[in-house]
């Protein structure tokens, strides 16, 4: 499982909040900030797209084992707040 915000989310200050939530998870659980975000733009493109469906600001978390139920947990309850704040604000899109 990946958890990270697509371009349609393009709002720089939305972008900067989530990710430093998500630091706040790497620091938390002993991970290096952008060692947790490897990889996540290897698993979104499009042929017909110009660039990575990813803005690797949230974490790669395929391959966790038993011993990181906490890290999961809590990466994916902060990332959805984070998340839930930006629809709030109603700037989940570009088009406005």
């Known amino acids: 499982m ?4 697509f371009p349609a989310v393009s709002v720089e200050e939305d972008l900067a909040a989530v ?3 998500m630091d706040g ?13 490897e990889g ?3 698993h979104y493109n499009m042929a017909h797209w110009p660039f ?3 803005s690797k600001i949230g974490c790669k978390l395929l391959y966790l084992k038993e011993d990181d139920l906490a890290l999961f947990m809590t990466a ?3 990332f959805f707040d984070a998340y839930v704040d930006i629809i709030r604000k109603g700037r989940c899109s570009s088009r406005r």
């Not at 990946?2 to 915000?5: H, Q, T, V, W």
């Open 19 to 21: 990710r430093k939530v």
């Open 2 to 5: 990946n958890l990270d915000l």
């Open 52 to 54: 990575p469906l990813a």
């Open 76 to 78: 994916y309850r902060v």
């Open 25 to 37: 998870i790497a620091d938390q659980f002993g991970r290096g900030r952008d060692a947790m975000r």
């Open 40 to 42: 996540l733009d290897e």
